[in-house]
Nanobody, 121 residues
C-alpha cells in the first residue's frame, strides 16, 4: 500500500511565499517522476511542475521563474517552493508520484488529497 500526502498549503498575501511538501509512504520499491498539479473550480487540472528521478525539471509558463520543484529521493519527498505568489495562484495543489510498490511491482500513479493555497490581495 502506498500513500501520498501533500502539506504546506495555507493563506498568504500576494508577493509572499509558501513551500509545499509531498511525501510518498508505504511499502515502496522506488519513486520515479513526481509532479505538482493545481485545480480550481470549473477548470481542468493543470500540470505546473515535474521532476524526474534524475532531477530534470519542467515548469508551466505560468509559474516559471517563481516556483521551484525539488526532491529528496532518500525521503521519497518532493517540494514546491512558491515565491512571488499571485492571486491567480490560488488553487488546490495536488501531488502525483510514479511509484513502484512491492504489492504490484510495476509503476503506478498515486495522488495526494490536495492542499489548499489561497493568495489574497
Amino acid at each position: 500500500q502506498v500513500h501520498v500526502e501533500e502539506s504546506g498549503g495555507g493563506l498568504v498575501q500576494a508577493g509572499g511565499s509558501l513551500r509545499l511538501s509531498c511525501v510518498a509512504s508505504g511499502t515502496i520499491l522506488s519513486v520515479g517522476a513526481i509532479s505538482w498539479y493545481r485545480h480550481v473550480t470549473g477548470k481542468e487540472r493543470e500540470l505546473i511542475a515535474s521532476i524526474s528521478f534524475g532531477g530534470a525539471t519542467n515548469y508551466a509558463d505560468s509559474v516559471k521563474g517563481r516556483f521551484t520543484i525539488s526532491r529528496d529521493s532518500a525521503k521519497n519527498t518532493a517540494y514546491l517552493q512558491m515565491n512571488s505568489l499571485k492571486v491567480e495562484d490560488t488553487a488546490v495543489y495536488y501531488c502525483n508520484a510514479e511509484v513502484v510498490a512491492t504489492s504490484y511491482q510495476t509503476e503506478y500513479d498515486y495522488w495526494g488529497q490536495g492542499t489548499q493555497v489561497i493568495v489574497s490581495s
